[in-house]
């Protein structure tokens, strides 16, 4: 899978959900399936965003150029953002509402609320990098290679004597 497909995948699964709480609108004109359907989709978008933390911390243990797991950083941040901010909370907000049985809606709001934490905590993770990946590198001690002797090619032959030897039919 090509690196730069991650946030975009990421981001996919959160757009049905973003358009259908769009659809609604602000008064929340929505069934009670529909704020189950969006509950379940809230749940996959928790899946793929642990995902999607696996496999950056495999990029990270595995070694990826500092720019592009950078870029990644910032687009998952804007992913992880996306559904603790603004998909979560507005799930929430419709669940709220009275469409849902009272027992029912309990368990849905205890619910989202741990999406909407566990997406903090994995908003705060990231954030946590930047930290690390601006941290100036310490100088580097050349002295610690050795000390550094100048090189003797008295050992090696001549490449114009070689191809002369080549050319006239002897052995090289």
Known sequence: MAVELIPEMAK?????????LDKAGPNGQISPDDIQDLLAGCGMGVLVL??????FRGLLRHG???NKIRL???EFLEVVA???KEIYPRVQALIATDRLPEEERT?????LAKYIEHSRLLGDELKSLEAWMERPRPPLDTSAFGPTQPNDY???EDSKEIEARIKSGGEF
């Open 12 to 20: 996919s699964i959160f757009q049905p959900l973003s358009q259908r």
């Open 50 to 55: 642990d995902y999607l933390r696996k496999r």
């Open 64 to 66: 990826v150029e500092k």
């Open 72 to 74: 990644l950083q910032r």
């Open 82 to 84: 996306l559904a603790g």
């Open 107 to 111: 368990v849905a709001q205890k619910t």
């Open 154 to 156: 008295s050992a090696y």
